[in-house]
Protein backbone atom coordinates (compact mmCIF):
# COMPACT_ATOMS: atom_id res chain seq x y z
CA UNK A 1 0.00 0.00 0.00
CA UNK A 2 1.07 3.57 -0.63
CA UNK A 3 2.29 5.80 2.25
CA UNK A 4 0.91 8.99 1.86
CA UNK A 5 3.88 10.97 2.89
CA UNK A 6 7.13 8.93 2.07
CA UNK A 7 9.74 11.15 3.04
CA UNK A 8 8.19 12.24 6.71
CA UNK A 9 6.45 8.48 7.35
CA UNK A 10 9.67 6.46 7.14
CA UNK A 11 12.41 8.81 8.26
CA UNK A 12 14.73 7.55 10.55
CA UNK A 13 14.27 7.78 13.78
CA UNK A 14 17.32 9.54 14.87
CA UNK A 15 16.22 12.30 12.71
CA UNK A 16 12.76 12.32 13.52
CA UNK A 17 13.83 12.90 16.70
CA UNK A 18 16.11 15.71 15.35
CA UNK A 19 13.04 17.45 13.99
CA UNK A 20 10.87 17.17 16.51
CA UNK A 21 13.42 18.22 19.10
CA UNK A 22 13.81 21.68 16.73
CA UNK A 23 9.90 22.11 16.08
CA UNK A 24 9.53 21.43 20.24
CA UNK A 25 11.31 24.24 20.75
CA UNK A 26 9.92 26.62 18.20
CA UNK A 27 6.33 25.59 19.76
CA UNK A 28 7.09 26.19 23.49
CA UNK A 29 8.62 29.63 22.28
CA UNK A 30 5.15 30.19 20.35
CA UNK A 31 2.92 29.21 23.09
CA UNK A 32 4.76 31.55 25.88
CA UNK A 33 5.03 35.00 23.87
CA UNK A 34 0.82 33.95 22.64
CA UNK A 35 -0.56 32.61 25.07
CA UNK A 36 -0.75 34.67 28.87
CA UNK A 37 -1.75 31.11 30.19
CA UNK A 38 1.45 29.56 29.33
CA UNK A 39 3.27 32.30 30.04
CA UNK A 40 2.16 31.96 33.93
CA UNK A 41 1.99 28.30 34.18
CA UNK A 42 6.06 27.87 32.67
CA UNK A 43 6.55 30.72 35.33
CA UNK A 44 4.81 28.63 38.46
CA UNK A 45 6.89 25.87 36.89
CA UNK A 46 10.33 27.94 37.04
CA UNK A 47 10.88 26.94 33.82
CA UNK A 48 11.98 30.05 31.29
CA UNK A 49 11.20 28.91 27.24
CA UNK A 50 14.80 28.54 26.52
CA UNK A 51 15.48 25.84 28.63
CA UNK A 52 13.73 23.65 26.92
CA UNK A 53 16.56 22.62 24.61
CA UNK A 54 15.09 19.30 23.40
CA UNK A 55 12.57 16.41 23.83
CA UNK A 56 14.58 15.18 27.07
CA UNK A 57 13.82 18.39 28.63
CA UNK A 58 10.00 18.04 28.34
CA UNK A 59 8.77 16.43 31.73
CA UNK A 60 10.06 20.00 33.21
CA UNK A 61 6.98 21.29 31.75
CA UNK A 62 3.41 21.39 33.71
CA UNK A 63 0.40 19.39 32.37
CA UNK A 64 -2.70 21.09 30.58
CA UNK A 65 -5.77 19.23 31.45
CA UNK A 66 -9.67 19.64 29.88
CA UNK A 67 -10.14 21.62 32.76
CA UNK A 68 -7.75 24.20 31.55
CA UNK A 69 -9.36 24.07 28.77
CA UNK A 70 -13.14 24.81 30.04
CA UNK A 71 -11.81 27.60 32.25
CA UNK A 72 -10.49 29.87 29.51
CA UNK A 73 -13.95 29.06 27.56
CA UNK A 74 -14.03 30.31 25.26
CA UNK A 75 -10.85 31.60 23.28
CA UNK A 76 -8.69 32.18 26.16
CA UNK A 77 -6.23 29.87 24.98
CA UNK A 78 -6.00 30.96 21.38
CA UNK A 79 -2.27 31.84 20.25
CA UNK A 80 -3.19 33.87 17.14
CA UNK A 81 -5.51 36.91 16.78
CA UNK A 82 -8.93 35.92 16.25
CA UNK A 83 -9.00 36.84 13.12
CA UNK A 84 -7.02 34.50 12.14
CA UNK A 85 -8.78 31.74 13.39
CA UNK A 86 -10.34 30.54 10.44
CA UNK A 87 -12.37 27.27 12.04
CA UNK A 88 -14.13 26.46 14.88
CA UNK A 89 -14.71 23.46 16.53
CA UNK A 90 -16.15 22.24 19.94
CA UNK A 91 -16.19 18.91 21.82
CA UNK A 92 -19.25 18.50 24.22
CA UNK A 93 -17.89 17.70 27.91
CA UNK A 94 -20.24 15.43 29.44
CA UNK A 95 -20.29 17.68 32.25
CA UNK A 96 -20.60 21.46 31.49
CA UNK A 97 -19.12 23.82 28.86
CA UNK A 98 -17.56 23.10 25.82
CA UNK A 99 -13.85 22.65 25.18
CA UNK A 100 -13.27 25.40 22.06
CA UNK A 101 -10.31 24.77 19.83
CA UNK A 102 -9.40 26.87 16.82
CA UNK A 103 -7.58 26.06 13.38
CA UNK A 104 -5.88 28.67 11.46
CA UNK A 105 -5.31 28.65 7.45
CA UNK A 106 -1.77 26.54 8.28
CA UNK A 107 -3.33 24.06 10.58
CA UNK A 108 -6.20 23.16 8.58
CA UNK A 109 -3.36 22.78 5.83
CA UNK A 110 -1.83 20.14 8.74
CA UNK A 111 -4.85 18.66 9.62
CA UNK A 112 -5.62 17.59 6.05
CA UNK A 113 -2.03 15.93 5.80
CA UNK A 114 -2.88 13.63 8.75
CA UNK A 115 -5.93 12.70 7.84
CA UNK A 116 -4.64 11.95 4.43
CA UNK A 117 -2.09 9.99 6.39
CA UNK A 118 -4.14 8.13 7.70
CA UNK A 119 -6.77 7.32 5.20
CA UNK A 120 -3.58 6.05 3.38
CA UNK A 121 -2.95 3.81 6.79
CA UNK A 122 -6.25 2.49 5.99
CA UNK A 123 -6.45 1.29 2.48
CA UNK A 124 -7.39 4.63 0.80
CA UNK A 125 -6.37 6.23 -1.65
CA UNK A 126 -6.52 9.19 -4.40
CA UNK A 127 -9.42 8.51 -6.52
CA UNK A 128 -11.72 6.40 -3.98
CA UNK A 129 -15.00 7.03 -3.37
CA UNK A 130 -15.17 7.76 0.58
CA UNK A 131 -18.52 7.54 1.83
CA UNK A 132 -18.17 9.83 5.19
CA UNK A 133 -21.10 9.00 7.69
CA UNK A 134 -19.15 10.83 10.35
CA UNK A 135 -21.19 13.71 11.91
CA UNK A 136 -20.87 17.54 10.30
CA UNK A 137 -20.85 20.09 13.04
CA UNK A 138 -18.80 21.39 15.96
CA UNK A 139 -17.82 17.58 16.46
CA UNK A 140 -14.37 16.91 14.54
CA UNK A 141 -15.45 13.48 12.72
CA UNK A 142 -17.39 14.64 9.62
CA UNK A 143 -14.99 17.66 8.91
CA UNK A 144 -11.51 16.12 9.32
CA UNK A 145 -12.73 12.82 7.53
CA UNK A 146 -13.72 15.67 4.67
CA UNK A 147 -10.51 17.73 4.82
CA UNK A 148 -8.12 14.74 4.96
CA UNK A 149 -10.28 12.77 1.92
CA UNK A 150 -10.21 16.37 -0.15
CA UNK A 151 -6.15 16.84 0.54
CA UNK A 152 -5.63 12.87 -0.44
CA UNK A 153 -7.68 13.55 -4.06
CA UNK A 154 -10.89 11.12 -3.08
CA UNK A 155 -14.23 11.64 -3.72
CA UNK A 156 -15.99 12.33 -0.74
CA UNK A 157 -19.58 11.60 -0.19
CA UNK A 158 -20.31 14.40 2.71
CA UNK A 159 -22.97 12.10 4.48
CA UNK A 160 -22.92 13.07 7.83
CA UNK A 161 -25.03 10.48 10.46
CA UNK A 162 -28.57 9.32 10.37
CA UNK A 163 -31.33 7.74 7.93
CA UNK A 164 -29.32 4.67 7.40
CA UNK A 165 -31.50 3.26 4.64
CA UNK A 166 -30.20 6.06 2.31
CA UNK A 167 -26.77 5.39 4.06
CA UNK A 168 -26.63 1.79 2.06
CA UNK A 169 -28.50 3.02 -1.09
CA UNK A 170 -25.35 5.84 -1.87
CA UNK A 171 -22.81 3.13 -0.77
CA UNK A 172 -23.81 0.97 -2.91
CA UNK A 173 -25.40 3.32 -5.89
CA UNK A 174 -21.85 5.63 -5.78
CA UNK A 175 -19.96 2.50 -5.49
CA UNK A 176 -18.22 3.53 -2.12
CA UNK A 177 -14.53 2.14 -1.28
CA UNK A 178 -13.97 3.52 2.07
CA UNK A 179 -16.36 3.98 4.77
CA UNK A 180 -16.27 6.00 7.78
CA UNK A 181 -17.78 6.20 10.97
CA UNK A 182 -17.77 4.89 14.13
CA UNK A 183 -17.93 0.89 14.74
CA UNK A 184 -21.84 1.01 16.53
CA UNK A 185 -22.70 2.68 13.11
CA UNK A 186 -20.98 0.52 11.17
CA UNK A 187 -23.12 -2.57 12.82
CA UNK A 188 -26.40 -0.12 12.31
CA UNK A 189 -25.18 -0.14 8.43
CA UNK A 190 -24.33 -3.62 7.83
CA UNK A 191 -27.76 -4.50 9.78
CA UNK A 192 -29.39 -2.47 6.91
CA UNK A 193 -27.62 -4.32 3.98
CA UNK A 194 -29.09 -7.25 5.01
CA UNK A 195 -32.77 -5.64 5.87
CA UNK A 196 -32.42 -5.09 2.02
CA UNK A 197 -30.89 -8.38 1.35
CA UNK A 198 -27.68 -6.98 0.27
CA UNK A 199 -24.43 -8.27 0.52
CA UNK A 200 -21.48 -5.86 0.86
CA UNK A 201 -19.03 -8.36 -0.01
CA UNK A 202 -20.59 -7.56 -3.86
CA UNK A 203 -19.92 -3.70 -3.47
CA UNK A 204 -16.63 -2.22 -4.45
CA UNK A 205 -16.46 -1.49 -0.21
CA UNK A 206 -13.07 -2.57 1.00
CA UNK A 207 -12.06 -0.55 3.32
CA UNK A 208 -13.37 0.99 6.61
CA UNK A 209 -12.09 3.59 9.19
CA UNK A 210 -13.36 3.56 12.41
CA UNK A 211 -12.90 5.57 15.89
CA UNK A 212 -14.88 7.66 18.19
CA UNK A 213 -15.47 4.74 20.49
CA UNK A 214 -13.54 2.72 22.37
CA UNK A 215 -14.05 -0.79 20.21
CA UNK A 216 -12.41 -4.84 20.86
CA UNK A 217 -10.92 -6.92 18.21
CA UNK A 218 -13.71 -9.03 18.48
CA UNK A 219 -16.08 -6.21 17.06
CA UNK A 220 -13.75 -5.63 14.47
CA UNK A 221 -13.90 -9.12 13.16
CA UNK A 222 -17.88 -9.08 13.32
CA UNK A 223 -18.04 -5.75 11.10
CA UNK A 224 -14.99 -7.00 8.79
CA UNK A 225 -17.52 -10.66 8.34
CA UNK A 226 -20.60 -8.63 8.12
CA UNK A 227 -19.31 -5.70 5.95
CA UNK A 228 -16.50 -7.49 3.69
CA UNK A 229 -13.95 -4.14 4.33
CA UNK A 230 -10.66 -4.15 6.23
CA UNK A 231 -11.39 -2.33 9.29
CA UNK A 232 -8.98 0.03 11.23
CA UNK A 233 -8.95 2.07 13.87
CA UNK A 234 -8.75 5.77 13.59
CA UNK A 235 -7.51 7.77 16.97
CA UNK A 236 -7.79 11.42 17.16
CA UNK A 237 -9.44 14.44 19.94
CA UNK A 238 -10.19 17.53 19.04
CA UNK A 239 -8.20 19.28 21.55
CA UNK A 240 -4.99 18.08 19.81
CA UNK A 241 -6.89 18.66 16.08
CA UNK A 242 -9.49 16.03 15.61
CA UNK A 243 -9.19 12.80 13.83
CA UNK A 244 -6.30 11.84 12.28
CA UNK A 245 -3.73 12.07 15.26
CA UNK A 246 -2.77 7.98 14.49
CA UNK A 247 -4.56 5.67 12.50
CA UNK A 248 -3.77 1.89 12.32
CA UNK A 249 -1.72 0.49 9.12
CA UNK A 250 -3.78 -2.42 7.08
CA UNK A 251 -0.05 -4.19 6.80
CA UNK A 252 0.28 -5.13 10.42
CA UNK A 253 -2.97 -3.52 11.93
CA UNK A 254 -0.53 -3.60 15.30
CA UNK A 255 -1.07 -0.33 16.99
CA UNK A 256 -2.08 3.08 15.59
CA UNK A 257 0.53 5.07 13.95
CA UNK A 258 1.14 8.27 15.88
CA UNK A 259 2.02 11.77 13.38
CA UNK A 260 4.65 12.34 15.76
CA UNK A 261 5.89 14.89 13.43
CA UNK A 262 2.95 17.12 14.69
CA UNK A 263 2.01 15.69 17.93
CA UNK A 264 4.63 14.46 20.00
CA UNK A 265 3.13 11.47 23.08
CA UNK A 266 4.00 10.48 26.11
CA UNK A 267 2.68 8.07 28.49
CA UNK A 268 2.10 9.19 32.06
CA UNK A 269 0.79 7.63 35.58
CA UNK A 270 -2.91 8.81 35.28
CA UNK A 271 -2.16 8.98 39.36
CA UNK A 272 1.03 11.08 39.82
CA UNK A 273 1.87 12.30 36.35
CA UNK A 274 5.35 10.65 36.25
CA UNK A 275 6.28 9.35 33.00
CA UNK A 276 6.07 5.52 31.97
CA UNK A 277 9.13 3.36 30.35
CA UNK A 278 7.98 2.15 27.42
CA UNK A 279 5.79 -0.51 27.27
CA UNK A 280 3.83 0.18 29.91
CA UNK A 281 0.30 1.55 30.26
CA UNK A 282 -0.60 4.69 31.50
CA UNK A 283 -2.13 8.01 29.90
CA UNK A 284 -1.58 9.63 26.76
CA UNK A 285 0.02 12.96 26.66
CA UNK A 286 0.33 14.80 23.67
CA UNK A 287 2.40 18.16 22.82
CA UNK A 288 1.69 19.94 19.58
CA UNK A 289 5.15 20.86 17.48
CA UNK A 290 3.55 23.03 14.82
CA UNK A 291 -0.35 24.15 15.85
CA UNK A 292 -0.48 27.90 15.17
CA UNK A 293 -4.03 28.78 16.85
CA UNK A 294 -4.65 26.39 19.24
CA UNK A 295 -1.04 24.76 20.74
CA UNK A 296 -0.93 22.29 23.60
CA UNK A 297 1.72 21.91 25.91
CA UNK A 298 1.27 17.94 27.34
CA UNK A 299 -2.00 18.13 27.21
CA UNK A 300 -3.83 14.71 29.39
CA UNK A 301 -6.20 12.86 27.25
CA UNK A 302 -7.50 10.90 29.46
CA UNK A 303 -6.86 8.07 27.27
CA UNK A 304 -4.72 4.74 28.72
CA UNK A 305 -2.72 3.24 26.56
CA UNK A 306 0.91 1.97 25.64
CA UNK A 307 3.34 3.41 22.87
CA UNK A 308 5.10 0.85 20.62
CA UNK A 309 8.08 0.95 19.90
CA UNK A 310 9.36 -1.79 17.38
CA UNK A 311 9.69 -1.24 13.85
CA UNK A 312 6.27 -1.87 11.96
CA UNK A 313 6.21 -4.37 8.81
CA UNK A 314 4.18 -1.26 6.63
CA UNK A 315 7.86 0.40 6.71
CA UNK A 316 6.51 3.65 8.43
CA UNK A 317 8.95 4.33 11.44
CA UNK A 318 6.63 6.11 13.67
CA UNK A 319 5.46 5.29 17.16
CA UNK A 320 2.48 3.09 17.61
CA UNK A 321 -0.21 3.44 20.25
CA UNK A 322 -1.76 0.32 21.42
CA UNK A 323 -5.94 0.53 20.94
CA UNK A 324 -7.63 2.14 23.53
CA UNK A 325 -9.11 -0.24 26.48
CA UNK A 326 -11.00 3.20 27.08
CA UNK A 327 -11.21 6.79 28.37
CA UNK A 328 -9.68 6.88 31.82
CA UNK A 329 -13.31 8.93 31.92
CA UNK A 330 -15.00 5.99 30.86
CA UNK A 331 -13.81 3.69 33.52
CA UNK A 332 -16.49 2.44 35.52
CA UNK A 333 -15.83 2.06 39.13
CA UNK A 334 -18.33 -1.02 40.65
CA UNK A 335 -18.29 -2.08 44.54
CA UNK A 336 -14.70 -0.71 44.45
CA UNK A 337 -13.54 -2.36 41.18
CA UNK A 338 -12.70 -0.95 37.65
CA UNK A 339 -14.54 -1.88 35.00
CA UNK A 340 -13.55 -0.51 31.44
CA UNK A 341 -17.05 -1.39 28.82
CA UNK A 342 -14.61 -2.63 26.39
CA UNK A 343 -13.31 -5.64 28.74
CA UNK A 344 -17.15 -6.50 28.97
CA UNK A 345 -17.42 -6.17 24.89
CA UNK A 346 -14.57 -8.75 24.48
CA UNK A 347 -16.33 -11.37 26.63
CA UNK A 348 -19.60 -10.70 25.15
CA UNK A 349 -18.33 -11.08 20.98
CA UNK A 350 -15.79 -13.93 21.73
CA UNK A 351 -19.68 -15.91 21.87
CA UNK A 352 -21.11 -16.65 18.81
CA UNK A 353 -24.56 -16.88 20.62
CA UNK A 354 -24.32 -13.04 21.13
CA UNK A 355 -25.23 -10.09 19.02
CA UNK A 356 -22.82 -7.27 18.87
CA UNK A 357 -25.64 -5.02 20.86
CA UNK A 358 -25.40 -4.67 24.08
CA UNK A 359 -25.55 -2.47 27.07
CA UNK A 360 -24.09 -2.21 30.30
CA UNK A 361 -26.57 -0.82 33.29
CA UNK A 362 -25.36 0.28 36.75
CA UNK A 363 -27.83 0.85 39.16
CA UNK A 364 -27.62 1.03 43.11
CA UNK A 365 -29.57 -1.33 45.46
CA UNK A 366 -29.18 -0.05 49.20
CA UNK A 367 -25.78 0.91 49.37
CA UNK A 368 -24.43 -1.75 46.95
CA UNK A 369 -23.53 -0.93 43.34
CA UNK A 370 -25.23 -3.48 40.69
CA UNK A 371 -24.30 -3.85 37.40
CA UNK A 372 -26.28 -5.57 35.07
CA UNK A 373 -25.44 -6.42 31.18
CA UNK A 374 -27.68 -6.86 28.65
CA UNK A 375 -26.51 -8.47 25.56
CA UNK A 376 -28.80 -9.70 22.70
CA UNK A 377 -28.79 -13.05 21.04
CA UNK A 378 -28.27 -14.06 17.11
CA UNK A 379 -31.56 -14.56 15.40
CA UNK A 380 -29.82 -18.74 14.98
CA UNK A 381 -29.75 -18.88 18.38
CA UNK A 382 -33.40 -17.43 19.25
CA UNK A 383 -34.71 -19.66 16.47
CA UNK A 384 -32.75 -22.18 17.90
CA UNK A 385 -34.62 -21.56 21.36
CA UNK A 386 -37.81 -22.09 19.51
CA UNK A 387 -39.70 -19.17 21.54
CA UNK A 388 -43.30 -18.98 20.29
CA UNK A 389 -43.64 -15.20 19.73
CA UNK A 390 -40.32 -14.27 18.34
CA UNK A 391 -39.24 -13.69 22.07
CA UNK A 392 -36.76 -15.07 23.92
CA UNK A 393 -38.21 -17.56 27.12
CA UNK A 394 -35.42 -16.19 30.12
CA UNK A 395 -36.09 -19.93 31.70
CA UNK A 396 -35.44 -22.27 28.36
CA UNK A 397 -32.28 -24.24 29.67
CA UNK A 398 -30.14 -22.99 26.34
CA UNK A 399 -30.89 -19.44 27.71
CA UNK A 400 -30.21 -19.83 30.86
CA UNK A 401 -27.10 -22.12 30.53
CA UNK A 402 -25.86 -19.52 28.05
CA UNK A 403 -26.62 -16.61 30.38
CA UNK A 404 -24.68 -18.82 32.94
CA UNK A 405 -21.77 -19.35 30.83
CA UNK A 406 -21.18 -15.58 30.16
CA UNK A 407 -21.52 -14.55 34.35
CA UNK A 408 -18.74 -16.81 34.77
CA UNK A 409 -16.72 -15.10 32.24
CA UNK A 410 -17.38 -11.81 33.15
CA UNK A 411 -16.50 -12.74 36.63
CA UNK A 412 -13.36 -14.09 35.59
CA UNK A 413 -12.12 -11.39 33.30
CA UNK A 414 -14.03 -8.26 35.68
CA UNK A 415 -13.20 -9.90 39.05
CA UNK A 416 -17.13 -8.78 39.15
CA UNK A 417 -19.90 -10.57 39.37
CA UNK A 418 -22.83 -9.40 37.05
CA UNK A 419 -26.09 -9.61 36.00
CA UNK A 420 -26.54 -11.05 32.56
CA UNK A 421 -30.18 -10.40 30.78
CA UNK A 422 -30.32 -11.55 27.30
CA UNK A 423 -32.55 -9.74 25.10
CA UNK A 424 -34.21 -11.39 21.33
CA UNK A 425 -32.33 -9.80 18.74
CA UNK A 426 -33.34 -5.93 17.79
CA UNK A 427 -34.25 -4.88 21.40
CA UNK A 428 -32.03 -2.69 21.94
CA UNK A 429 -32.63 1.15 20.38
CA UNK A 430 -29.74 1.21 17.17
CA UNK A 431 -27.65 4.46 17.05
CA UNK A 432 -27.87 6.41 14.09
CA UNK A 433 -26.01 9.57 14.50
CA UNK A 434 -23.36 9.69 17.59
CA UNK A 435 -22.11 7.54 19.68
CA UNK A 436 -23.48 4.11 20.82
CA UNK A 437 -24.82 4.28 24.62
CA UNK A 438 -23.18 1.51 25.78
CA UNK A 439 -23.20 2.53 29.47
CA UNK A 440 -26.56 3.66 31.07
CA UNK A 441 -25.45 4.92 34.98
CA UNK A 442 -28.34 4.56 37.13
CA UNK A 443 -26.68 5.05 40.55
CA UNK A 444 -26.55 9.16 40.88
CA UNK A 445 -30.24 9.45 39.90
CA UNK A 446 -31.24 6.70 42.97
ZN1 LIG B 1 2.51 -0.13 10.22
Sequence with gaps: ???????????????????????????????????????????????????????????????????????????????VPRAEVVRIHASSGTRGKLTVVG?????????????????????????????????????????????GAEALGATVVPMSGGNTPRQAMLIRDFGARVLCCTPSYA????????????????????????????????????????????????????????????????????????????????????????????????????TSLTKEAFPNIRYRTGDITTLLEEPCACGRTSRRMARLRGRHDDMLIVRGVNVYPSEVEAVLLALEEIAPFYQIVLARDGALDTLEVQAEVTEEFRAACRAADGGLDPDEPRVRALRARIGDQLRSRLGLGATVTLLAPNTLTRIEVGKAVRVVDKRSSV
Design 1 to 79: MAIWNRAIETLPRDRLRALQGERLRAAIAHAHERVPFYRRRLAAAGVAPGDIRGLDDLGRLPFTTKADLRDHYPFGLFA
Design 103 to 147: YTTGDLAVWGEVVARAISLAGGGPGDIIHNAYGYGLFTGGLGLQL
Design 187 to 286: LTIAEEFERQGIDPRDLPLAYGIFGAEPWSDALRAEIERRLGLVATDIYGLSEVIGPGVANECIEAKDGLHIAEDHFYPEVVDPDTGAPLPPGAWGELVF
